[in-house]
C-alpha cells in the first residue's frame, strides 16, 4: 500500500527568464513501513522536495497524496492538523523547544492535538531511543545526539502516517550520525513507521531500503522498488 | 608608540549599526523623549510656578524694584542718585493726598508721577494711546476707568477730586492711554505728565517733615546689581549720601526693601526639595527600566556583531563607545522631542498647581526659560548614559567565541537544567516558562508598567483622602457667612467696613432662611489692663494693652467650641464672666501657650469713649469679669484686623454695652437643605448689584474650592501617571517585539509539529496577560506600600485629610490593561509575520 504519492510534483520560483525549476516533475511513490532516503547535492531540490511532502510549503502544480489524501487541496489550518496527526518531523537542528523538558517536548503534538498520550507507547518509544534517564532534562542540558533522539522521539509519539527527516545528522559528529542513523533504521522497524530521510551523505543514505537520487529538479534514480 | 585615529572607524561603525536597527531606533528615539517630556514637564512644572509665584507677589508689592526711598524731596533724590552701587533708579511723585472722587471708596485710586523706568518697574504696559505728555494728560488702569464710568478710548474725559493741602479740589483729564490692570494689586493708579508737575509746582512742594503729608515727596526705587543683602546695600546708600538711619534725626530717610525678595526662598524649603528630587529620582528610574532594556535587548541581539568586531580586533572601550555613540544619536532626536512637548504639557498643568493658592487670580508666566532646557536635557541625556552603560559593558566583554553561541533568552541564560512537570505543552504553562526565559527582563517590564499605577494610585490615594468634611467645617460653621468684602480680605478693622444691616434684612427676608446670628467686633475698642509690658504690644498712655472682644448673638454664640472651663450661658448673660478665645492649628488642637488667662482669673477691660488724638483725655470705662473658660478662635467667628494681646469672647448684649459703637463684623446664618442654592443666587446677584461692597462666603464656594484642589492633584497625578504608563506599555510592547522576533525559528517549529496559528495566538495572549497578571500583582502590593509609607504621613501633615486606604484605581485600569495584555502581542505578531514556515525555519540555518 503506498503511503505517500506525488504526481507531477513542480515547484518554480520566480517567473520569466529568472524562473528557477526546484522540483521539475517529480513522481514518487512510498510504500507503508518504507525507509527511504534522499539523496542529492545542494541545490538539488531535495529540501523543497521535503518541505512539499510534509506541506510546509505548496507546490507550483502536482499533487502530494498522503494517506489517501491530497493535501494540496487542503487550507492554511486543515493542513496544520492534518499534519499533526500524519505527519512528524525531523530536522538538521533538533529544534525543540527549550523550555519544555524532553517529556513535554515528546508529546507537545499530542497535546496540542488535545489528546492523551499512549502511555505504554511512549515508554516505548523513549526505551528505544534510550531516554528514559533523561525525560525531565532541559534540552540545554542534552548532548546534539541526544536532542536530535528527542526529536526524533517527538516525531513518532504522534504515530504518524510518515516521518520526514531533513538532514537529520547534519549538525552531528560521523559516531553520533551513525548512532542516530541505526536508531533511525530501529524505529522504523519496530514502530512499522514509514521514514523519508534527507541527507547529501552516500553512507548515511546506504543504511535506508531504498535511495533515491535528485539532481536538478529530477529524479535521476532510484524512482520505484 | 603610534597613536591611532580610531575614532573615525568608530563613527562608521556606530553609524551603520545604527541603520541596522531601525524598529529599535524608533522604539528608542520615543523612549528617551518621554524622559525628556517627563524632565521637562517637571521643571516646567515646578519653575513656572515659581516665576508666577515671584512675580505675583512683585506685583502684589508694586514693582520689581529691589528697595524704596519715600517721602524724599526732589534734592534729596538727586543727592542719593548717582550713588555707585545704584544700577538703576525710577522716580516717583504723588501728586495728591487722596483722590476723593466717591467712587474709589471701595478701591483706593492714588495720583502719581512715574518716569519711564517707574512705569517699567511697575510693569505698566500701555494697552492703548501713549504716556501722558500734556499737563491735562493722564493714563489710567482699566479697573480705576470702569469704576469712574470712563470709556477704556484714548482721547476720554475724565474729571478727579483731588485733596490738595486739605482742600478738594477739582480737575479735568484727557486720557492719554490706558493698561489692564493687574488683578492682584488692589489699588488704582492714575499718572500725569511731567508738564503737569511743572504747571503745579508750587503745591508740590513737600511739607511731609512739618505735617506728614505725603503730597509732592518723591519715591525713588532702586535697582541694585543683584538682590543679594537688600537691606544692607539700603543702608549703606543713605548713610554714605549722608543721610541717617535714626528716626529721630532731622536727616532721617525712610526706605524698604521690597519684600517679595525677601519671600522668595519660599520654594526652596526642605518639604519642596525632597519632593523635586524624588520626582527626579522617579524619572531617572523609569527612563532607565525602558532605554536599559531596549540596549540590552538590541546588544543581545547584535552579540554576535560584537563577537566578530572583537575577533578582528576592536577594543571593549571602542565597543562601549560605539554603543554609547548610538545612544548619543538616537538622544539628539528624542530628547529635543521630549523638550520641546514636555513644556507645554507642564505649562498647561502650572495653572493647576497655582489654582488654589491665593495667586488663583494672578496672571500666569511660564516663560521657555533656558534654564528648563538645560536642566531637562541634561537629565535626559544623564539618564541615556546611565541606562546604556551596562548593556555597553555586556557587549564589550563578550568573548568572540562566545558571542557565537549566544542567542537570547536561549540556552545559557535558562539557569536550570531540570524541570520535573509532564504537562508543560498546556498553552498558559508553555506561555509561562516563556515569560521566565528572561527572568529580569520580565520583572523590568512588570516593574516600569506598575510605576505609572502606584503613581495613579498614590494620586489617587491623595485626593480622596482630602476630607471634605473637615475642610468645609474649617471654614464654615453655618450655611452662609456674610460679611464686608474687606473682611474676607483679612481687613476688617471696624465701622469703616461693617456688614450693614439693610443686607442682614434682606437675606433674613429669603425663603428658606431658618436662623442667623450677628458677630460684633471691631479694632481698638477695648484695652486691657496687664503687668505684662514685654510682649511687644505697645501700651497705652495707661500702660493698658490692646485687646480684642467679640460680641455674638444666640447661633454663633452656642456654637462655640470649648476647650476648657465651662460654657454656661445663663452665668455668661449675668454679665459677670467672659471666655477667652485660644487660636487652634490646622488640625483644630487647641495652642494653650497663646491663652493669657487661667480659668477663674479676674480680668478687667477698659473701653475709649473718646478720641485716640488726646489718650488721657477720654472718658474711660472699665469692666471686670472673671474667665469662664477657653474657646476656640476659628475663621468663623473671628477676623479684626488689629493687633490684640488677647481675645475674648461675650454675649452679643454684653459687648454692646461695653463699647460705645458696636459694629456688626459678619453675620451667620443657616438656610433650610431645600434653598441652599437658591440663597446662593440671591447672594451672588444681590452683592454683585445691590451692595457690591458686601461679600459673602459659602459652603458650595468652600466646595468648589475644595473640589478645585482635589481636581489639581488628580490631574497633575494623572498626567504624569499616563506618561509613565506609556513608557511602560512601550516597554512592554518592546520586550512583546523582542521575544516574538527572536521565537521566529521556534515558533516554525512548533507550526511544522502541528501547532496552528490560533493555538499560537492563544500562547502569545497568555503570555501578554501574565504580564498583566504580574503587573497587577506587583502594582498591589507597591501601591499598598506606597499608600502607607507615602500617602499616609503626608496626609497627616495636611488638617484637612484624612487618610483613606484606597486601591480601587488599579482595578479600574484593570480592563484597559487586560485589553492590551490581549491586543499588543496579537498585534505584534501579526506585524512581525508574514514569512511562510519554509522560510523562518530556513532562516535560522
Given at each position: 500500500?503506498?503511503?505517500?504519492?506525488?504526481?507531477?510534483?513542480?515547484?518554480?520560483?520566480?517567473?520569466?527568464?529568472?524562473?528557477?525549476?526546484?522540483?521539475?516533475g517529480?513522481?514518487?511513490?512510498?510504500?507503508?513501513?518504507?525507509f527511504?532516503?534522499?539523496?542529492?547535492?545542494?541545490?538539488?531540490?531535495?529540501?523543497?522536495?521535503?518541505?512539499?511532502?510534509?506541506?510546509?510549503?505548496?507546490?507550483?502544480?502536482g499533487?502530494?497524496?498522503?494517506?489517501?489524501?491530497n493535501?494540496?487541496?487542503?487550507?492554511?489550518?486543515?493542513?496544520?492538523?492534518?499534519?499533526?496527526?500524519?505527519?512528524?518531523?525531523?530536522?538538521?537542528?533538533?529544534?525543540?523547544?527549550?523550555?519544555?523538558?524532553?517529556?513535554?517536548?515528546?508529546?507537545?503534538?499530542?497535546?496540542?492535538?488535545?489528546?492523551?498520550?499512549?502511555?505504554?507507547?511512549?515508554?516505548?518509544?523513549?526505551?528505544?531511543?534510550?531516554l528514559?534517564?533523561?525525560?525531565?532534562?532541559?534540552?540545554?542540558?542534552?548532548?546534539?545526539?541526544?536532542?536530535?533522539?528527542?526529536?526524533?522521539?517527538?516525531?513518532?509519539?504522534?504515530?504518524?502516517?510518515?516521518i520526514?527527516?531533513?538532514?537529520?545528522?547534519?549538525?552531528?559528529?560521523?559516531?553520533?550520525?551513525?548512532?542516530?542513523?541505526?536508531?533511525?533504521?530501529?524505529?522504523?522497524?519496530?514502530?512499522r513507521?514509514?521514514?523519508?530521510?534527507?541527507?547529501?551523505?552516500?553512507?548515511?543514505?546506504?543504511?535506508?531500503?531504498?535511495?533515491?537520487?535528485?539532481?536538478?529538479?529530477?529524479?535521476v534514480?532510484?524512482?520505484?522498488? | 608608540?603610534?597613536?591611532?585615529k580610531?575614532?573615525?572607524?568608530?563613527?562608521?561603525?556606530?553609524?551603520?549599526?545604527?541603520k541596522?536597527?531601525?524598529?529599535?531606533?524608533?522604539?528608542?528615539?520615543?523612549?528617551?523623549?518621554?524622559?525628556?517630556?517627563l524632565?521637562?514637564?517637571?521643571?516646567?512644572?515646578?519653575?513656572?510656578?515659581?516665576?508666577?509665584?515671584?512675580?505675583?507677589?512683585?506685583?502684589?508689592?508694586?514693582?520689581d524694584?529691589?528697595?524704596?526711598?519715600?517721602?524724599?524731596?526732589?534734592?534729596?533724590?538727586?543727592?542719593?542718585k548717582?550713588?555707585?552701587?545704584?544700577?538703576?533708579?525710577?522716580?516717583?511723585?504723588i501728586?495728591?493726598?487722596?483722590?476723593?472722587?466717591?467712587?474709589?471708596?471701595?478701591?483706593?485710586?492714588?495720583?502719581?508721577?512715574?518716569d519711564?523706568?517707574?512705569?517699567?518697574?511697575?510693569?505698566?504696559e500701555?494697552?492703548?494711546?501713549?504716556?501722558?505728555?500734556?499737563?491735562?494728560?493722564?493714563?489710567?488702569?482699566?479697573?480705576?476707568l470702569?469704576?469712574?464710568?470712563?470709556?477704556?478710548?484714548?482721547?476720554?474725559q475724565?474729571?478727579?477730586?483731588?485733596?490738595?493741602?486739605?482742600?478738594?479740589?477739582?480737575?479735568?483729564?484727557?486720557?492719554?492711554?490706558?493698561?489692564?490692570?493687574?488683578?492682584?494689586?488692589?489699588?488704582?493708579?492714575?499718572?500725569?505728565?511731567?508738564?503737569?508737575?511743572?504747571?503745579?509746582?508750587?503745591?508740590?512742594?513737600?511739607?511731609?517733615?512739618?505735617?506728614?503729608?505725603?503730597?509732592?515727596?518723591?519715591?525713588a526705587?532702586?535697582?541694585?546689581?543683584?538682590s543679594?543683602?537688600?537691606?544692607g546695600?539700603?543702608?549703606?546708600?543713605?548713610?554714605?549720601?549722608?543721610?541717617?538711619?535714626?528716626?529721630?534725626?532731622?536727616?532721617?530717610?525712610?526706605g524698604?526693601?521690597?519684600?517679595?525678595?525677601?519671600?522668595?526662598?519660599?520654594?526652596?524649603?526642605?518639604?519642596?526639595?525632597?519632593?523635586?528630587?524624588?520626582?527626579?529620582?522617579?524619572?531617572?528610574?523609569?527612563?532607565?527600566?525602558?532605554?536599559?532594556?531596549?540596549?540590552?535587548?538590541?546588544?543581545?541581539?547584535?552579540?554576535?556583531?560584537?563577537?566578530?568586531?572583537?575577533?578582528i580586533?576592536?577594543?571593549?572601550?571602542?565597543?562601549?563607545?560605539?554603543?554609547?555613540?548610538?545612544?548619543?544619536?538616537?538622544?539628539?532626536?528624542?530628547?529635543?522631542?521630549?523638550?520641546?512637548?514636555?513644556?507645554?504639557?507642564?505649562?498647561?498643568?502650572?495653572?493647576?498647581?497655582?489654582?488654589?493658592?491665593?495667586?488663583?487670580?494672578?496672571?500666569?508666566?511660564?516663560?521657555?526659560?533656558?534654564?528648563?532646557?538645560?536642566?531637562?536635557?541634561?537629565?535626559?541625556?544623564?539618564?541615556?548614559?546611565?541606562?546604556?552603560?551596562?548593556?555597553?559593558?555586556?557587549?564589550?566583554?563578550?568573548?568572540?567565541?562566545?558571542?557565537?553561541?549566544?542567542?537570547?533568552?536561549g540556552?545559557?541564560?535558562?539557569?536550570?537544567?531540570?524541570?520535573?512537570?509532564?504537562?508543560g505543552?498546556?498553552?498558559?504553562?508553555?506561555?509561562?516558562?516563556?515569560?521566565?526565559?528572561?527572568?529580569?527582563?520580565?520583572?523590568?517590564?512588570?516593574?516600569?508598567?506598575?510605576?505609572?499605577?502606584?503613581?495613579?494610585?498614590t494620586?489617587?490615594?491623595?485626593?480622596?483622602?482630602?476630607?471634605?468634611?473637615?475642610?468645609?467645617?474649617?471654614?464654615?460653621?453655618?450655611?452662609?457667612?456674610?460679611?464686608?468684602?474687606?473682611y474676607?480680605?483679612?481687613?476688617?478693622?471696624?465701622?469703616?467696613?461693617?456688614?450693614?444691616?439693610?443686607?442682614?434684612?434682606?437675606?433674613?427676608?429669603?425663603?428658606g432662611?431658618?436662623?442667623g446670628?450677628?458677630?460684633?467686633?471691631g479694632?481698638n475698642?477695648?484695652?486691657?489692663?496687664?503687668?505684662?509690658?514685654?510682649?511687644?504690644?505697645?501700651?497705652?498712655?495707661?500702660?493698658?494693652?490692646?485687646?480684642?472682644?467679640?460680641?455674638l448673638?444666640?447661633?454663633?454664640?452656642?456654637?462655640?467650641?470649648?476647650?476648657?472651663?465651662?460654657?454656661?450661658?445663663?452665668?455668661?448673660?449675668?454679665?459677670?464672666?467672659?471666655?477667652?478665645?485660644?487660636?487652634?492649628?490646622?488640625?483644630?488642637?487647641?495652642?494653650?501657650?497663646?491663652?493669657?488667662?487661667?480659668?477663674?482669673?479676674?480680668?478687667?477691660?477698659?473701653?475709649?469713649?473718646?478720641?485716640?488724638?488726646?489718650?488721657?483725655?477720654?472718658?474711660?470705662?472699665?469692666?471686670e469679669?472673671?474667665?469662664?473658660?477657653?474657646?476656640?478662635?476659628?475663621?468663623?467667628?473671628?477676623?479684626?484686623?488689629?493687633?490684640?494681646?488677647?481675645?475674648?469672647?461675650?454675649?452679643?448684649?454684653?459687648?454692646k454695652?461695653?463699647?460705645?459703637?458696636?459694629v456688626?463684623?459678619?453675620?451667620?446664618?443657616?438656610?433650610?437643605?431645600?434653598?441652599?442654592?437658591?440663597?446662593?443666587?440671591?447672594?451672588?446677584?444681590?452683592?454683585?448689584?445691590?451692595?457690591?461692597?458686601?461679600?459673602?462666603?459659602?459652603?458650595?464656594?468652600?466646595r468648589n474650592?475644595?473640589?478645585?484642589?482635589?481636581?489639581?492633584?488628580?490631574?497633575?497625578?494623572?498626567?504624569?501617571?499616563?506618561?509613565?504608563?506609556?513608557?511602560?506599555?512601550?516597554?512592554?510592547?518592546?520586550?512583546?517585539?523582542?521575544?516574538?522576533?527572536?521565537?521566529?525559528?521556534?515558533?516554525a517549529?512548533?507550526?511544522?509539529?502541528?501547532?496552528?496559528?490560533?493555538?499560537?495566538?492563544?500562547?502569545?495572549?497568555?503570555?501578554?496577560?501574565y504580564?498583566?497578571?504580574?503587573?497587577?500583582?506587583?502594582?498591589?502590593?507597591?501601591?499598598?506600600?506606597?499608600?502607607?509609607?507615602?500617602?499616609?504621613?503626608?496626609?497627616?501633615?495636611?488638617?484637612?485629610?484624612?487618610?483613606?486606604?484606597?486601591i480601587?484605581?488599579?482595578?479600574?485600569?484593570?480592563?484597559?490593561?487586560?485589553?492590551?495584555?490581549?491586543?499588543?502581542p496579537l498585534?505584534?505578531?501579526?506585524?512581525?509575520?508574514?514569512?511562510?514556515?519554509?522560510?523562518?525555519?530556513?532562516?535560522?540555518?
Amino acid at each position: 500500500m503506498q503511503i505517500l504519492e506525488t504526481t507531477n510534483l513542480k515547484k518554480i520560483y520566480g517567473s520569466g527568464e529568472t524562473a528557477v525549476h526546484a522540483l521539475d516533475g517529480i513522481n514518487l511513490k512510498v510504500e507503508n513501513g518504507e525507509f527511504v532516503a534522499i539523496i542529492g547535492t545542494s541545490g538539488s531540490g531535495k529540501s523543497t522536495l521535503l518541505h512539499m511532502l510534509g506541506g510546509l510549503d505548496r507546490p507550483s502544480s502536482g499533487e502530494v497524496i498522503v494517506d489517501g489524501k491530497n493535501i494540496s487541496s487542503l487550507k492554511d489550518e486543515e493542513l496544520t492538523i492534518f499534519r499533526r496527526r500524519k505527519m512528524g518531523f525531523v530536522f538538521q537542528n533538533y529544534n525543540l523547544v527549550p523550555v519544555l523538558n524532553v517529556c513535554e517536548n515528546i508529546v507537545l503534538p499530542i497535546e496540542l492535538d488535545g489528546k492523551q498520550p499512549d502511555k505504554s507507547y511512549l515508554s516505548r518509544i523513549v526505551n528505544t531511543l534510550g531516554l528514559d534517564h533523561k525525560l525531565y532534562d532541559l534540552p540545554s542540558n542534552l548532548s546534539g545526539g541526544q536532542q536530535q533522539r528527542v526529536a526524533i522521539a517527538r516525531a513518532l509519539a504522534s504515530k504518524p502516517a510518515i516521518i520526514l527527516a531533513d538532514e537529520p545528522t547534519g549538525n552531528l559528529d560521523s559516531k553520533t550520525s551513525l548512532d542516530v542513523m541505526g536508531l533511525i533504521k530501529v524505529s522504523s522497524q519496530q514502530f512499522r513507521q514509514t521514514i523519508v530521510i534527507i541527507t547529501h551523505n552516500e553512507e548515511i543514505a546506504q543504511m535506508a531500503d531504498r535511495i533515491i537520487r535528485i539532481e536538478d529538479g529530477k529524479m535521476v534514480s532510484g524512482e520505484n522498488r | 608608540m603610534i597613536h591611532i585615529k580610531s575614532s573615525k572607524a568608530i563613527k562608521n561603525l556606530s553609524i551603520n549599526s545604527l541603520k541596522m536597527n531601525k524598529t529599535r531606533n524608533i522604539i528608542a528615539i520615543i523612549a528617551i523623549s518621554l524622559t525628556a517630556l517627563l524632565f521637562t514637564t517637571l521643571f516646567t512644572m515646578g519653575l513656572g510656578t515659581m516665576e508666577s509665584l515671584q512675580r505675583a507677589t512683585m506685583r502684589q508689592a508694586g514693582g520689581d524694584g529691589h528697595a524704596t526711598l519715600k517721602y524724599l524731596t526732589d534734592e534729596e533724590f538727586e543727592h542719593i542718585k548717582s550713588h555707585p552701587l545704584i544700577k538703576e533708579i525710577a522716580y516717583e511723585r504723588i501728586l495728591c493726598k487722596k483722590v476723593t472722587n466717591p467712587e474709589f471708596s471701595k478701591r483706593h485710586a492714588e495720583f502719581w508721577y512715574y518716569d519711564d523706568i517707574g512705569m517699567n518697574l511697575g510693569f505698566i504696559e500701555l494697552e492703548d494711546g501713549h504716556k501722558p505728555a500734556a499737563y491735562n494728560e493722564v493714563i489710567v488702569d482699566s479697573t480705576t476707568l470702569q469704576l469712574l464710568g470712563v470709556p477704556l478710548k484714548v482721547g476720554a474725559q475724565l474729571s478727579l477730586k483731588l485733596d490738595i493741602d486739605g482742600k478738594e479740589v477739582q480737575r479735568d483729564f484727557i486720557l492719554s492711554g490706558w493698561w489692564k490692570s493687574d488683578p492682584v494689586f488692589n489699588v488704582g493708579l492714575i499718572f500725569a505728565s511731567k508738564t503737569y508737575i511743572d504747571t503745579y509746582a508750587d503745591e508740590l512742594n513737600s511739607t511731609y517733615k512739618q505735617d506728614y503729608d505725603p503730597t509732592g515727596t518723591v519715591s525713588a526705587i532702586l535697582l541694585f546689581g543683584n538682590s543679594l543683602d537688600l537691606q544692607g546695600k539700603l543702608n549703606k546708600v543713605i548713610t554714605e549720601s549722608g543721610y541717617s538711619l535714626d528716626k529721630t534725626s532731622p536727616d532721617y530717610l525712610d526706605g524698604n526693601v521690597n519684600w517679595s525678595y525677601l519671600s522668595t526662598n519660599f520654594i526652596l524649603d526642605t518639604g519642596t526639595v525632597l519632593a523635586l528630587v524624588a520626582a527626579l529620582l522617579l524619572v531617572t528610574f523609569t527612563g532607565y527600566l525602558i532605554i536599559y532594556n531596549i540596549f540590552q535587548i538590541s546588544v543581545m541581539r547584535d552579540i554576535r556583531f560584537y563577537g566578530l568586531l572583537k575577533t578582528i580586533g576592536t577594543s571593549s572601550g571602542q565597543i562601549r563607545r560605539i554603543i554609547r555613540r548610538q545612544a548619543l544619536l538616537l538622544s539628539l532626536l528624542g530628547v529635543p522631542l521630549g523638550l520641546l512637548t514636555g513644556f507645554f504639557i507642564g505649562k498647561s498643568l502650572v495653572p493647576f498647581l497655582m489654582n488654589n493658592s491665593v495667586y488663583a487670580k494672578a496672571e500666569l508666566h511660564v516663560s521657555p526659560s533656558p534654564w528648563i532646557f538645560i536642566c531637562s536635557g541634561l537629565f535626559a541625556v544623564i539618564t541615556v548614559i546611565i541606562s546604556t552603560y551596562r548593556p555597553g559593558k555586556i557587549a564589550s566583554n563578550v568573548s568572540p567565541i562566545e558571542a557565537v553561541r549566544y542567542s537570547d533568552g536561549g540556552v545559557k541564560s535558562l539557569g536550570r537544567h531540570m524541570k520535573k512537570s509532564a504537562n508543560g505543552g498546556k498553552m498558559p504553562l508553555m506561555a509561562r516558562a516563556n515569560l521566565s526565559r528572561n527572568k529580569k527582563r520580565t520583572a523590568l517590564v512588570v516593574f516600569s508598567l506598575s510605576l505609572s499605577l502606584v503613581l495613579l494610585n498614590t494620586a489617587f490615594t491623595l485626593s480622596q483622602s482630602m476630607d471634605m468634611n473637615r475642610y468645609l467645617s474649617h471654614f464654615n460653621d453655618t450655611d452662609f457667612l456674610i460679611a464686608h468684602a474687606d473682611y474676607f480680605q483679612e481687613d476688617f478693622t471696624g465701622s469703616d467696613n461693617a456688614t450693614t444691616e439693610s443686607y442682614i434684612q434682606a437675606v433674613e427676608e429669603q425663603p428658606g432662611f431658618e436662623e442667623g446670628g450677628r458677630l460684633y467686633s471691631g479694632s481698638n475698642v477695648l484695652t486691657i489692663e496687664s503687668n505684662n509690658t514685654n510682649e511687644g504690644y505697645e501700651a497705652d498712655a495707661r500702660g493698658n494693652l490692646p485687646a480684642v472682644a467679640f460680641g455674638l448673638e444666640d447661633l454663633p454664640l452656642h456654637r462655640l467650641q470649648l476647650i476648657d472651663g465651662e460654657l454656661d450661658f445663663n452665668k455668661l448673660a449675668s454679665k459677670r464672666y467672659i471666655l477667652e478665645g485660644v487660636p487652634v492649628d490646622d488640625n483644630n488642637n487647641p495652642e494653650m501657650e497663646y491663652s493669657r488667662f487661667h480659668v477663674g482669673e479676674k480680668i478687667t477691660l477698659h473701653n475709649y469713649m473718646g478720641t485716640i488724638h488726646d489718650p488721657l483725655d477720654q472718658k474711660y470705662a472699665s469692666n471686670e469679669f472673671t474667665v469662664l473658660g477657653h474657646v476656640s478662635i476659628k475663621a468663623t467667628n473671628s477676623g479684626t484686623a488689629a493687633a490684640a494681646y488677647a481675645t475674648f469672647y461675650l454675649p452679643a448684649d454684653l459687648y454692646k454695652s461695653l463699647v460705645q459703637q458696636p459694629v456688626v463684623m459678619s453675620y451667620a446664618f443657616n438656610v433650610s437643605a431645600d434653598h441652599e442654592a437658591s440663597m446662593e443666587n440671591f447672594l451672588k446677584q444681590y452683592t454683585e448689584i445691590a451692595e457690591p461692597m458686601m461679600h459673602y462666603k459659602s459652603k458650595l464656594i468652600v466646595r468648589n474650592e475644595f473640589k478645585g484642589l482635589q481636581t489639581t492633584v488628580v490631574v497633575i497625578g494623572g498626567t504624569l501617571s499616563l506618561i509613565l504608563g506609556l513608557i511602560g506599555i512601550l516597554n512592554f510592547a518592546n520586550a512583546m517585539l523582542t521575544s516574538i522576533l527572536t521565537r521566529r525559528q521556534e515558533f516554525a517549529t512548533l507550526q511544522s509539529i502541528g501547532m496552528t496559528n490560533k493555538q499560537l495566538k492563544t500562547m502569545l495572549i497568555y503570555e501578554g496577560l501574565y504580564f498583566v497578571a504580574g503587573t497587577i500583582v506587583c502594582s498591589i502590593l507597591l501601591g499598598s506600600l506606597f499608600s502607607l509609607i507615602i500617602a499616609r504621613p503626608l496626609s497627616h501633615l495636611m488638617w484637612f485629610m484624612s487618610y483613606n486606604f484606597i486601591i480601587w484605581p488599579l482595578f479600574a485600569v484593570l480592563p484597559i490593561l487586560t485589553v492590551l495584555g490581549v491586543v499588543l502581542p496579537l498585534v505584534i505578531y501579526s506585524l512581525s509575520g508574514g514569512k511562510s514556515i519554509v522560510e523562518q525555519l530556513r532562516s535560522a540555518e
